[in-house]
């Protein structure tokens, strides 16, 4: 209605529905206008442009997207959730809603919903649910299409996690940036949410490269070397791969020497290109 606060809408809506923000799906609908701008702002959108939205609830971001993409696909878990979309955007001739858990569903096969093939461009904006957002990530990062864009709302300590430097990377740091440039682009009060939520979050953009440091073969082999090196928190690399890999300290401290890595580094302060360097001084994907 006219006038209405996106959180007046919303409220509404979810009344007219007979429901309520579920716990059990992690459910915490954006009220803010300003958050939602700031997402789309990041999601640099233009008529042209194929969105997935993952958990749009009673739609506020959705309406967003609508007004400024060409094609949206909500991809919605809740049935009652769906029907309020499915009434609310009857008009709309731009949106195509799927009843599925996302991470059952594959990209290309969304994609093909709207009646779109797998080589299509698109781009994911989504408000995540903290609890699969980890999960969600790697569907979109390793999926069988990838988009070209990503802008997630997400945990804060998450987000800071994704897009840290060398110093403070992690090993979730190392598997989001192998597939893309990560940044933090806004950051979202715990307010602006309804219920709100215990954290903060934030916007998490991914841009994904187009093509990826290592050859598909090798990407087993990579993260295998990866999460060894994690696999002891604050060790000297030397011995957090040693232990990882089930490896004899000195072939491993050799390794590391023929990488150019000093052995008595921590993996945190490692780079993605360095990981790919010691992925290669390993043999490569014969790790």
């Known amino acids: 209605m006219s006038g209405e606060t996106i959180a007046q809408t ?7 529905a007979g429901t309520r923000a579920r716990k059990s799906l992690g459910q915490h609908f954006l009220v ?3 958050a939602l701008a700031g997402i789309t702002e990041a999601a640099e959108l233009t008529p042209s442009d194929t969105v997935i939205e993952v958990g749009p609830g009673p739609g506020a971001l959705t309406a967003e997207l609508l007004a ?9 878990l809740d049935g009652t959730m769906l029907d309020l979309l499915a009434r609310r955007f009857s008009s709309v001739s731009n949106l195509t809603l799927v009843r599925e858990d996302i991470l059952k569903i594959m990209p290309a096969a969304l994609l093909a919903k ?3 093939d797998a080589g299509t461009s ?3 904006v989504a408000n995540l649910p903290y609890y699969i957002t980890s999960p969600v990530l790697r ?23 994704v897009a840290a430097a060398p110093g403070d990377m992690s090993l979730l740091g ?9 940044k933090i682009a806004a950051r979202i009060p715990a307010g602006a949410f309804m219920p709100p939520p215990k954290v903060d979050s934030a916007v998490l953009k991914l841009r994904l490269y187009r093509d990826l440091p290592v050859p598909p073969s090798g990407i087993a082999g990579f993260f295998k070397i990866v999460r060894a090196g994690f696999c002891a928190n604050r060790k000297q690399l030397v011995n957090s791969l040693a232990q990882g890999l089930a490896e004899d300290k000195e072939r491993v401290r050799a ?14 302060t490692l780079t993605v290109a360095e990981w790919v360097i010691l992925w290669r001084a390993s043999g490569g994907e014969d790790v």
Request: net charge positive; charged share 25%; no cysteine.
């Open 139 to 161: 569907h979109f990062l390793e999926g069988d299409a990838r988009p070209s864009l990503m802008v997630v709302t997400v945990q804060k300590e998450v987000a800071q996690s």
């Open 255 to 268: 390794l590391l020497e023929r990488a150019g890595i000093d052995p008595g580094r921590r993996a945190e």
């Open 68 to 76: 400024r993409a060409g094609r949206v696909i909500a991809v919605e």
């Open 10 to 16: 919303t409220r509404r809506l979810l009344d007219q």
């Open 174 to 182: 190392v598997s989001v940036q192998f597939y893309a440039e990560a």
């Open 32 to 34: 803010s206008a300003g």
């Open 122 to 124: 698109f781009k994911v």
């Open 114 to 116: 709207a009646g779109l």
